[in-house]
């Protein structure tokens, strides 16, 4: 259960904001319930991650992957509940998702999605990153991609923390 009730989504500031969630995404989900407490802070989360998820020239599948294991090492569930369907979607396979906790010694993933792995560990438990472990990601990315990739990251460590410092999960009632 939720730390704090979710927001009134009805109230003359919050209406314009939800019209365009649900635009964008199809329905006002538990995050952007939650966020549009402040309306300021839920609009520019939305710009930001319509940016991140919508407008970078990340593949779709380097994004979800990323997410899914930013979300498990975070411990997030929400997080992967909503993204798994669309790491699916998006050309990751269940065996994939399946070997997430031990990559290292499967076989599921390319050498690129591995350095994507790596770099995404890295930032996520350490924050810094050793200079071995971006060597390894410049080889597949240019410097747009490096940005777009390392935004990715940092975006939803930044994601999975709010959810999990306010207890909010897929089951929780609106």
């Given at each position: 259960m939720a730390r704090l009730p979710y927001a009134d989504l009805t109230t003359p500031e919050a209406a314009p904001l939800v019209e365009q969630i649900i635009a964008e995404r199809g329905s006002v989900l538990h995050l952007y319930q939650m966020l549009l407490h402040s309306p300021p802070i839920a609009k520019g989360w939305l710009n930001h991650l319509t940016g991140i998820r919508h407008n970078s020239?990340?593949?779709?599948d380097v994004r979800e992957l990323v997410i899914m294991r930013v979300a498990l090492l975070n411990r997030a569930p929400y997080e992967?509940?909503?993204h798994a369907p669309i790491a699916l979607a998006e050309g990751m396979t269940q065996a994939q998702l399946?070997?997430?906790p031990?990559?290292?010694?499967?076989d599921q993933f390319t050498p690129l999605q591995c350095a994507v792995l790596a770099y995404t560990d890295a930032m996520t438990r350490n924050v810094q990153v050793d200079?071995?472990?971006?060597?390894?990601?410049?080889?597949?990315f240019d410097e747009r991609l490096t940005i777009e990739l390392t935004a990715t990251?940092?975006?939803?460590?930044?994601?999975s923390r709010f959810l999990e410092a306010l207890?909010?999960?897929s089951d929780d009632a609106r």
């Open positions: 020239s990340l593949p779709g992967a509940d909503q399946d070997a997430l031990d990559w290292q010694t499967s200079d071995a472990v971006f060597k390894e990601i410049r080889q597949y990251i940092a975006t939803y460590n930044m994601v207890h909010i999960h």
